[in-house]
């Protein structure tokens, strides 16, 4: 008996050994949308990359709150690959420090994974509310690059062709380092960004008033 005991132990320590599970990073897993006004709906971007030798498979992914809705992508990522969890959050009736969570269910381990949106909404005093309403974008249109020898970020939404944008730069206090107004997106927007310290900043870009899309970057 005892023997047979410690055969099945040795089989079910072999089993356990042999189940693998992929692995994925993201920039941060805490996104800092800035500073916005209620009633905006903003368009959060986040990015991952397939950190293991398998393939990466969301299963799920679910806000913690109605007003957080995600898209995410149904097929496997591959080794090596880079893929983007986009977050739509509603600040209708949402005023001050938010912080809302993210849970994405996959073939890891843990099997759930919790990222946050994090930002300041603010109470919007107009004597007339407007119901702002988030433009359908192609976020995959939005990319960013930086340029570590001279400083320069490469802002390209020139699939929204806008003459009226504007760019805000905040860090992971959601403090504005950063904004230009009256933005043209028709051709690549640059900006120098020497005078940031090291660290994880994010990029809102706001739209005819209307909308915001958001993205991080990272300046080593």
């Known amino acids: 008996m005892y023997f047979l005991l410690v055969i099945s132990t040795q089989i079910l ?5 042999a189940v693998e599970y992929a692995s994925f990073t993201f920039v941060d ?11 905006e709906q903003v368009q959060n971007i986040f990015e991952f990359t397939n950190t293991s030798a398998m393939p990466l498979v ?11 809705v995600p898209e995410y992508p149904m097929e496997p990522i591959m080794p090596g690959d880079t893929s983007q969890i986009i977050v739509r959050f509603d600040s209708s009736k949402k005023t001050g420090r938010q912080k809302k969570s993210l849970l994405i269910t996959a ?11 994090i930002g300041l909404v603010m109470k919007d005093g107009s004597s007339k509310k407007v119901k702002r309403t988030l433009e359908e974008i192609e976020a995959e249109a939005f990319t960013l690059s930086i340029n570590a020898e001279t400083s320069v970020l490469s802002i390209d939404l020139t699939a929204y ?37 090291a660290g994880t900043y994010t990029v809102s870009i706001r739209m005819e008033d209307k909308h915001r899309i958001t993205k991080q970057f990272v300046k080593l």
């Open 161 to 197: 062709d806008s003459d009226a944008a504007s760019i805000e730069i905040y860090n992971s206090f959601d403090q504005l380092k950063i904004k230009e107004e009256n933005v043209s997106l028709v051709n690549v927007k640059k900006v120098d960004v020497s005078e940031l310290s």
């Open 58 to 68: 969301i299963v799920n992914a679910r806000g913690n709150c109605g007003c957080t």
């Open 29 to 39: 897993k805490e996104y800092h949308f800035g500073v916005i006004q209620e009633g």
């Open 107 to 117: 073939n890891t381990d843990p099997e759930i994974t919790i990222v946050n949106l």
């Open 13 to 17: 320590a072999q089993s356990q050994d």
